[in-house]
């Protein structure tokens, strides 16, 4: 192999990728998709909107629906002494958007989450994580478990 | 003769070489298209390997469509063939070893060669085989004297007659 055909070689390699890196860059700049698409370069968390709070009809109305996935933020300890029917217990601290149950649902399915009561912030943070995961129907059960006991509503324990 | 004087022979023979060339600047064009046109979907096939961060993955997944694409009409059409032919092994090159890792990782996904629908089934063997095939085909390509003149060295450039003595 002769030195004319190697630097050939290495010359019209050369050209070639800084063509493609023009071309590549241009196009998707034009298209604004791939490296250029904003919703892969910014958070999904502006995206959607707030968790909201709701009252405690909405709640009843909310859990009576089959479809509804209801979330119990507290201590695993509380979950165990008594909880709403259906409700799973995620302890707000120990979520993780990429292990949780939550990967498997759709994201636009209803989410209700509580904790103990008006006192209790944990709800409102797992919620806002979750919103922040991508799902876009958060709701916050915000007089939560201790509304829910005074209204003599069903326990499962 | 002995079996593979006779396959090198053989791949010295202009028809094959260009047969080879118009085969493997098609299978690279056809490749690149539908990564051009959907460089997120490249860039998920690519990350499934595991191999690069997805923030780099995504830059390769923007360029070297377009490497395979200029490259393939390069063979195609013969022009800057010598550069084409270098960056196609140079790729094929990379392809080969990506699979290769992904097999032995025992990873479940698939190839993102030409089809970037996950459906398409997952990588083998068969995989590195067609790969080694084209990279055969193109070290012949690249070491063949299809159509380009090639500035003798041994021969002194002619002077110009103002420069004369």
Redesign the interface.
Known sequence: ?????LK??????????F???F???F??AFHR???F?KA?STPRLSAHPEPLLISPEMADSLIALPSTFIIDSRHRFEYVQGHIPKAINIPAHEFDPTSSQLVYFPKDRNIVIYCDGMECNSSLLLASKIVSSGFTAVFVYHSGWTNWVERGKEIAR | MNPFRAVISLMKRREIIFIARMVIGTIFVAAAIPK?A???AF?LAIANYKLIPPSVG??V???????EL??GL?IITGY?I???A??LI?LLVIFIIAILTGILRNLDISCGCFSLDPSVGRIGWHKIAENFLMLVFLIAV??SPTGIR??D?SVPKPRHPKNMP
């Open positions: 192999m002769s030195r004319i055909l050939r070689t290495f010359r019209e390699a050369g050209w070639l990728i063509l493609s890196l071309l590549g860059f196009t998707t998709t791939g490296l698409d892969t | 051009i959907d460089p997120k860039a995504l830059v997944a923007t360029v070297m469509p377009w490497t200029l490259a390069g800057y010598r550069g084409s270098f960056s140079g690249y070491l090639e500035p060295s």
